[in-house]
């Protein structure tokens, strides 16, 4: 167990409409990192939030966005979906920034399956 | 972006076999690690190598940073099924906050 907590497990939807994905991040940690995993394109970051502000952006598209709020968990809303967005999307936290020792742990993930 | 390719993409072996999987990039990383996933579940750190040339070892897993700081290998001594997993190499990104993943080589472990 990471520490970290992530809902729901699995989500199915249809395209055209609008979820909303929870973190939360193990204690003590400010940086919530997003990232998607799909089969083609592997594990990919999306975005990073940094004790409530947004640091980082990655592959991210207009139609995602995220926020993190002042107890430190965060929440991704993916709009418009399409079938392409069906992936695993991660939720990783860390405790600071930095380069070399910036571990991230990371969630187990919500399955999102858009039909 | 800086690209990490992983090889081999699938890797089935039995049960006390030795194996090797490579991480390889044109760019030059400051560190570098590889992480174990499980499958219904998250990616996990295994280790981070910082300096070029440098081995480490984790139980039966050693893994090696290249000189040049360009790859990294790690290797798998007598195999267990309980390797089973996707294994992951992965840098921070040029900005120093998200990391770039390899798409990782798949590992199953028969009896």
């Known amino acids: 167990d990471s520490g970290v907590t992530q809902t729901p497990k699995h989500l199915i939807t249809a395209t055209g409409q609008r979820v909303t994905l929870r973190c939360s991040p193990r204690?003590?940690?400010?940086?919530v990192y997003w990232y998607q995993q799909s089969l083609d394109q592997g594990l990919q970051f999306l975005i990073q939030?940094?004790?409530?502000?947004?640091?980082a952006k990655g592959n991210i598209l207009e139609r995602f966005s995220a926020q993190q709020f002042p107890d430190l968990h965060s929440e991704l809303n993916l709009s418009s979906l399409e079938l392409g967005d069906s992936a695993l999307y991660f939720c990783?936290?860390?405790?600071?920034?930095?380069?070399?020792?910036?571990?991230?742990?990371f969630g187990p993930g919500t399955r999102l399956t858009v039909l | 972006t800086q690209l990490l390719e992983q090889s081999p993409q699938f890797l089935s072996i039995q049960e006390g076999e030795n194996l090797t999987v490579y991480c390889n990039s044109s760019?030059?990383?400051?560190?570098l690690q590889w992480y174990r996933q499980e499958p219904g579940e998250g990616p996990v750190l295994l280790v981070t190598?910082?300096?070029?040339?440098e081995v480490k070892k984790l139980k039966r897993l050693t893994f090696q940073f290249g000189d040049a700081r360009k790859d990294s290998s790690l290797h798998i001594t007598a195999a267990q099924p309980g390797d089973t997993g996707l294994y992951l190499c992965?840098?921070?990104?040029?900005?120093?906050?998200?990391?770039?993943f390899g798409k990782g080589t798949s590992l199953l472990v028969t009896p």
């Open positions: 990783a936290s860390s405790v600071a920034v930095g380069l070399l020792y910036n571990e991230q742990f």
């Open positions: 204690s003590g940690d400010l940086s």
């Open positions: 939030y940094y004790n409530g502000e947004e640091r």
């Open positions: 760019s030059v990383f400051s560190s």
């Open positions: 190598v910082v300096t070029g040339g």
């Open positions: 992965a840098a921070h990104s040029n900005s120093g906050y998200a990391l770039n």
